[in-house]
């Protein structure tokens, strides 16, 4: 089931009922564009469709958008990124503490995960990495860090990420990184794209 | 050529029309906060629309350009002297090697844009000379002695003496349309928005203005999951007073959305100085 939630005169943004479906329109769509669409930003539950008022109207949009099937993501041949991570995190202890569980077995399951970026914000080039395990869906600190290195390996609630720059934040840190995943250089400048396949390793 | 900052006020920044397309890895559009006055100022001085000129926040900016050029100030209107000499605001002015352009602090309204015949030649980042200031992006923000490169790009001579624009309002009237998650809110909500005036707080800069005035009221609990946000999304933290995003703003915000200004009525809201009020309206009929 999706909802078209009208964003102003020149977006409408869409809800979905499954996260999992986000990709899964956003590949349909990216494949094939509707007339006058410009831009589309997946995020946890929605996918932002923007639109050139000038190329296209909402109502005929909209009957577009409803007629569309969502592609399935899950066995396609995305790329997959390998992050090699030390897992020394200031706050691997605390979160083996609160998932119950020896500092080896988080290490062991967070990388077990197979991770899909989901949609990126925050910060340009933050990822948010879907597939982590339930008993890893740790809160975030109750007060922020004021600065978070670039590199660090993290968890909060149902995802990961990898920070992308030194930045504020308030995730637990597991581990650290030395892959470069955001570059303004290159194009596009974050390895971590929404559909990107994403593994875990320990070195 | 070059340019030399001097003194760059309080806030000064490069910026063209932004980086739009980038949303999706997490970078906002930015660019020039007016986006009329800077390509006004751009096509005074016989540029593209799109050359990177410079933001100046409440006035205060100084520069001394290296050769013979033109330039345009445009935006909130003040005091500007040139070489000297007094000059006016929408129009082109000419400059000579070694002269000072002195912005005075605004009469009214925020930013002003300076405009160079070829664009101030920056390095550009993901495809704009943008400064953005939430997402640490583009060219770093002004200081006393920064010195910019100036272009070449331009589309033909300066052609018009003036382009006179009508005054900055007292207290700006925006147009709203309904928000996404109007349905997180009670009933009232969109007549509460247009209910009486909102003042901005202290809170403005250019991710967005932070709003005192009628409160608004939840009529659901819990978290938004992060959603993408666009330019003029007024976003309601839990205490009720909501924020109007700006060029700079997040591009995704987890904190429902009630209304969205529109675009167009943007420039306006760019120039609202903390402490002044501004107004909403929803149109009868949507604008699209």
Redesign the interface.
């Known amino acids: 089931m999706i909802r078209l939630l009208p964003y102003g005169a020149r977006a409408v943004l869409v809800d979905f009922d499954r996260p999992a479906d986000v990709l899964g329109l956003h590949a349909c769509l990216d494949r094939d564009p509707p007339d006058g669409v410009v831009e589309l930003v997946p995020a946890a539950r929605t996918l932002l469709v923007r639109f050139d008022p000038g190329r296209t109207r909402l109502d005929r949009l909209t009957e577009d958008l409803l007629g569309r099937s969502t592609v399935d993501t899950t066995d396609t041949e995305a790329a997959e990124v390998v992050v090699p991570v030390h897992y020394d995190g200031p706050d691997l202890i605390e979160v083996a503490g609160d998932a119950g569980l020896p500092v080896e077995e988080v290490v062991r399951r967070h990388q077990a995960g197979s991770y899909v970026v989901a949609f990126c914000g925050f910060a340009p080039g933050f990822a948010y990495l879907t597939g982590l395990e339930p008993a890893l869906h740790v809160s975030r600190r109750p007060s922020p860090r004021t600065r978070v290195p670039a590199g660090s390996v993290a968890v909060a609630g149902e995802y990961t990420a990898v920070y992308p720059h030194s930045s504020p934040g308030g995730w637990r840190l597991i581990g650290r990184t030395s892959l470069p995943v955001w570059d303004v250089e290159r194009d596009p400048p974050n390895l971590l794209t929404p559909g990107t396949r994403v593994r875990f390793t320990a070195r | 050529m070059k340019a030399e900052v001097l003194t760059p006020g309080i806030l000064a920044t490069v910026q063209d029309l932004g980086r ?8 906002g559009r930015s660019g020039a906060a007016d986006r009329g006055s800077l390509r006004l100022a751009n096509r005074l001085v016989g540029n593209p629309e799109g050359n990177a000129g410079i933001e100046a926040t409440m006035g205060g900016l100084v520069l001394r350009f290296s050769s013979a050029t033109t330039v345009a100030v445009t935006g909130a209107p003040c005091a500007i002297t040139a070489g000297g000499r007094a000059a006016g605001p929408d129009s082109p002015i000419p400059l000579r090697a070694g002269d000072e352009l002195v912005l005075g602090m605004p009469s009214r309204g925020l930013r002003c844009y300076v405009a160079v015949r070829g664009g101030f030649d920056v390095p550009a ?2 495809g704009a000379r943008a400064t ?1 200031t939430l ?3 583009g060219p770093p923000v002004l200081t006393a002695g920064a010195t910019l490169p100036v272009g070449h790009r331009v589309l033909g001579p300066p052609n018009v003496d003036l382009a006179p624009r009508p005054p900055l309002p007292d207290e700006p009237v925006l147009r709203i ?5 109007l349905d997180w809110f009670t009933a009232d909500a969109l007549s509460t928005v247009v209910s009486r005036p909102y003042t901005a707080t202290a809170d403005v800069n250019r991710v967005g203005v932070r709003l005192e005035g009628p409160a608004l009221t939840r009529a659901r609990s819990g978290e938004l ?4 946000a ?1 330019p ?2 007024l976003q309601v933290p839990p205490s009720g007073q909501p924020i109007l995003f700006l060029a700079d703003h ?3 915000g987890g904190y429902p ?1 009630v209304a ?4 167009n009525d943007l420039d306006l809201a760019a120039q609202v100085r903390p402490g002044q009020r501004i107004r909403f309206f929803q149109p009868s009929l ?3």
Do not use: H
Request: glycine letters at 16%.
């Open positions: 739009p397309g980038y949303a999706a890895i997490g970078v980042v993901l953005d997402g640490g992006l349309t309904p928000g996404p998650r999951p992060p959603e993408a666009v003029g999304a997040p591009a995704t959305v969205v200004v529109d675009e949507p604008s699209f």
